[in-house]
């Protein structure tokens, strides 16, 4: 967002940093889950034992999963509350601002004209500069009047001023694809489906996987569908220097490739680190990658500059990858997305 004004900046990506990346909480979840199965495993040698253990623990694997979830959906709000607040506060009265600008500049002093004499039946107008220009009796000060009331006349919007109006409306927009993805999602992936999401086949997770993408593509793409391939899944994949690499959660490729692929266990494992939730998670944040990629016609410049800088790997610096415009904007569609439970 670059010519928004901003109500307040509380460093929600610094947040949202501390807990995905320094506490980690897809990491925490295997850690924990393994750790609670540990201690069941040494309390029950203990209970097997004579006598009677003094080290009891009441934790259970939903325990560790229920902390897991909370702090995921602490790093979705870390990642979306900012645009909330840009769609309530900011964007609104940018938008409102924008307009009372154009109003200003469009006046002219010319515009306002009166009846000064008749004659006949024709009337004789006078403009207001004129009737103000007439009872100033110094020259230099009037000279200094007309010149001031034809720049006025003249003066136009800016292209600052007419970009950051783009801006501002344009984000207006992406707030109802953000709403119409939150809605779509929820009808979509109902308590139903969610609660039968770790029992189905395969087949059946990748169905609903491949129709949430083409629901996602008619969504970002108001009705087209731009994404044409279907979703591949991720085993292993080359780097750029051609060496084979576990996979990360997904990736978005441009043309001519022009598809999102995520990780297998989405499909094959989705417990824990991929679970339902993050799958979701996952297909929104690499589905506005491509419309990033895809829709930048009706952008602002600055918006355009932003998303077209040059890309920054995870791998060659995590920190900057983490905070650069285009994975700001495709975690805070994608944090929009999630359940609201």
């Known amino acids: 967002m670059a010519n928004i004004i901003k109500s307040q900046d509380m460093g929600w990506l610094d947040s949202s940093d501390v807990f995905y990346n320094v506490m980690h909480p897809d990491v925490m979840a295997e850690r924990l889950s393994s750790l609670v199965e540990t201690i069941h495993k040494a309390q029950r040698c203990l209970n097997n034992a004579d006598g009677l253990s003094s080290f009891i623990c009441t934790i259970t694997t939903n325990d560790t999963e229920e902390l897991v979830a909370n702090l995921r959906r602490f790093v979705y709000f870390c990642n979306g509350i900012h645009y909330e607040i840009s769609e309530l506060v900011d964007t609104p009265f940018s938008t409102k601002m924008g307009s009372l600008a154009e109003e200003v500049i469009a006046l002219n002093p010319s515009d306002y004209r009166y009846v000064a004499s008749k004659f006949l039946f024709i009337d004789n107008y006078m403009t207001l500069a004129d009737l103000v220009q007439s009872t100033i009796e110094d020259k230099e000060l009037k000279a200094s009047f007309r010149d001031l009331a034809m720049e006025l006349d003249e003066d136009v919007v800016s292209f600052e001023l007419q970009d950051s109006i783009k801006e501002a409306n344009w984000w207006q927009e992406q707030f109802v694809i953000a709403e119409q993805i939150d809605e779509a999602t929820d009808e979509f992936f109902t308590p139903e489906v969610r609660k039968k999401w770790p029992s189905m086949t395969v087949e059946e997770r990748d169905t609903y996987i491949q129709e949430y993408k083409e629901i996602l593509d008619r969504i970002y793409f108001g009705g087209e569908t731009r994404v044409l391939r279907e979703v ?91 905070r650069q415009p285009v994975e700001e904007d495709a975690k805070a569609f994608a944090a929009l997305a999630q359940d609201d439970d």
């Open 232 to 322: 591949e899944y991720l085993e292993k994949y080359k780097d750029d220097d051609g060496n084979w690499v576990q996979p990360g959660y997904g990736l978005a490729d441009s043309f001519p490739n022009n598809y999102v692929a995520i990780n297998i266990n989405f499909k094959t494992n989705p417990t824990g680190m991929y679970s339902i939730d993050k799958m979701i998670d996952t297909m929104t944040h690499e589905m506005r990658h491509r419309y990033q990629d895809l829709n930048t016609s009706e952008m602002s410049n600055n918006m355009i500059d932003e998303w077209n800088q040059e890309y920054i790997s995870s791998k060659v610096n995590y920190d900057r990858y983490y």
